[in-house]
């Protein structure tokens, strides 16, 4: 019986006293609860509801109270199925967002790899960009200073025994730009390649 005197929702809708200790009392108040005991009632019967509700402890009567009426309410609503449809339904729900979540999470992963990539691409060109190339215009083209071939031994003689004077000659012009020792020959300043490979001809003194 509920506190204020009236019959609970279950002996309301069965029209009967509500003595005190009612086992329908603490769940189903007198407005109320009316129409949700008769779901219960018309799906499973107040005497098995009774009976199932004096073997669940007392702390979880309430969620049992709770699981009934939603059950009897879904029986009444698709009588098939019940609530076993609006459990599929949920299961079909949770499996289109995993595979959705499995969509994204991929979709994620590609962008990532991607943007690595892009990233390590980048930094290459940016090494390849700052490295200083050596060009031509580093080398030195100026020609090598080489040592002029020796005379034969006839011809460093035949220019020794000339007159006395003597000065440093260069190898080439100096207009080619290139100078290099060669042993001095007497009365010429200057000589070209052509004068070496072809001297003229000297008048050896007797």
């Known amino acids: 019986m509920s506190s204020g005197g009236a019959p609970c929702g279950a002996c309301k809708f069965l029209r009967r006293k509500c003595v005190s200790g009612c086992i329908f009392a603490p769940y189903f108040d007198s407005d109320q609860g009316a129409a949700h005991f008769a779901a219960v009632h018309k799906i499973f019967g107040a005497s098995n509801v009774s009976k199932l509700l004096q073997h669940i402890p007392l702390p979880k009567r309430g969620e049992a109270v709770v699981t009934v009426c939603y059950e009897a309410q879904a029986r009444l609503k698709d009588p098939v199925y019940g609530c076993v449809a609006h459990i599929f339904a949920l299961q079909q729900q949770v499996v289109n967002l995993q595979a959705e979540l499995a969509f994204v999470q991929a ?82 300043n200057h000589m070209t390649i052509s004068q070496l490979v072809e001297p003229p001809n000297f008048v050896l003194p007797e």
Do not use: I
Request: with cysteine; net charge negative.
């Open 107 to 188: 979709q994620l992963a590609n962008r990532v790899q991607s943007a690595h990539s892009h990233s390590h691409a980048s930094d290459t060109s940016t090494l390849l960009t700052s490295t200083p190339f050596v060009t031509s215009s580093s080398y030195d083209h100026r020609p090598n200073q080489f040592d002029p071939p020796q005379l034969s031994m006839s011809r460093q003689g035949a220019l020794n025994s000339g007159s006395g004077a003597s000065c440093s000659l260069p190898y080439l012009k100096e207009e080619s730009g290139v100078s290099a020792p060669f042993p001095p020959v007497p009365g010429y």
